[in-house]
């Protein structure tokens, strides 16, 4: 049994200053997409679970104390993760989700995949927010250049591909099959509005790799793209 994780009140300013609207949206943005949303009948009641990123999750916490009084909710550490339990939430966000059934089975019913509904995520307010989230978590800097990597994402990287055209911005959005899981990496070149706003976040950015070794991953991303562009 995983020990109970204590919600912190001194959170990032940006997470107090949203709306519920943005809160939602947000949380979507930050969950996880490796090989899209899984819906396991044995574990129906987890949001999702996160590998250590204590801050974003904490502030996740509060953002549903929040904006869904209601709605229960737990967070357990065990020895590799974070999870957080919320079978009515779960639900909820299930909602924004195309499912399909898989081969699998678990306890007698079919594990489902879910792919994101881009048609869901249809205004400015609403693809800022969700944008944030997936830079929360899954965002790094990169120069004067914005980096997101979402290993063997099913819908989600390539939705932020979308979202960033539609706000201005130029995406360069590349697969590389070679490893296991698959990258996926996302650089991009904001417009000033969306990197002002998405800049709110880096607090929340994992500070995994020196800037150095990001530009051994990133330089090659970037030389890929200007010859991209020169064969265009």
């Given at each position: 049994?995983?020990?109970?994780?204590?919600i912190?009140?001194?959170?990032?300013?940006?997470?107090?200053?949203?709306?519920?609207?943005?809160?939602?949206?947000?949380?979507?943005?930050?969950?996880?997409?490796?090989?899209?949303?899984?819906?396991?009948?044995?574990?129906k009641?987890?949001?999702?679970?996160?590998?250590?990123?204590?801050?974003?999750?904490?502030?996740?916490?509060?953002?549903?104390?929040?904006?869904?009084?209601?709605?229960?909710?737990?967070?357990?550490?065990d020895?590799?993760?974070?999870?957080?339990?919320?079978?009515?939430?779960?639900?909820k966000?299930?909602?924004?989700?195309?499912?399909?059934?898989?081969?699998?089975?678990?306890?007698?019913?079919?594990?489902?995949?879910?792919?994101?509904?881009?048609d869901?995520?249809?205004?400015?307010?609403?693809?800022?927010?969700?944008?944030?989230?997936?830079?929360?978590?899954?965002?790094?800097?990169?120069?004067?250049?914005?980096y997101?990597?979402?290993?063997?994402?099913?819908?989600?990287i390539?939705?932020?591909?979308?979202?960033?055209?539609?706000?201005?911005?130029?995406?360069?959005?590349?697969?590389?099959?070679?490893?296991?899981?698959?990258?996926?990496?996302?650089?991009?070149?904001?417009?000033?509005?969306?990197?002002?706003?998405?800049?709110?976040?880096?607090?929340?950015?994992?500070?995994?790799?020196?800037?150095?070794?990001?530009?051994?991953?990133?330089?090659?991303?970037?030389?890929?793209?200007?010859?991209?562009?020169?064969?265009?």
């Amino acid at each position: 049994m995983g020990s109970t994780f204590t919600i912190n009140s001194n959170l990032h300013a940006s997470s107090q200053a949203m709306n519920k609207l943005q809160a939602e949206f947000y949380i979507l943005g930050t969950l996880n997409d490796y090989s899209g949303r899984t819906y396991d009948p044995g574990y129906k009641n987890i949001l999702d679970q996160y590998y250590g990123q204590d801050l974003l999750i904490n502030t996740i916490a509060s953002i549903i104390k929040r904006n869904y009084p209601d709605y229960a909710f737990k967070i357990e550490h065990d020895a590799y993760n974070i999870k957080l339990y919320a079978d009515s939430l779960s639900k909820k966000f299930n909602s924004y989700y195309q499912f399909k059934p898989t081969s699998r089975i678990a306890y007698g019913e079919a594990v489902l995949i879910g792919k994101l509904n881009a048609d869901l995520i249809n205004t400015e307010e609403k693809k800022m927010a969700f944008l944030g989230g997936v830079y929360s978590r899954f965002g790094q800097n990169c120069d004067s250049d914005f980096y997101i990597s979402i290993p063997n994402s099913y819908s989600k990287i390539q939705l932020c591909v979308q979202l960033l055209t539609e706000l201005g911005c130029k995406p360069y959005y590349e697969v590389v099959s070679e490893a296991i899981p698959n990258g996926h990496h996302l650089i991009f070149h904001p417009t000033k509005k969306v990197k002002d706003y998405l800049s709110q976040y880096s607090i929340y950015l994992k500070q995994r790799l020196p800037a150095s070794t990001m530009r051994l991953i990133t330089d090659p991303i970037l030389e890929r793209r200007k010859m991209s562009k020169k064969v265009s």
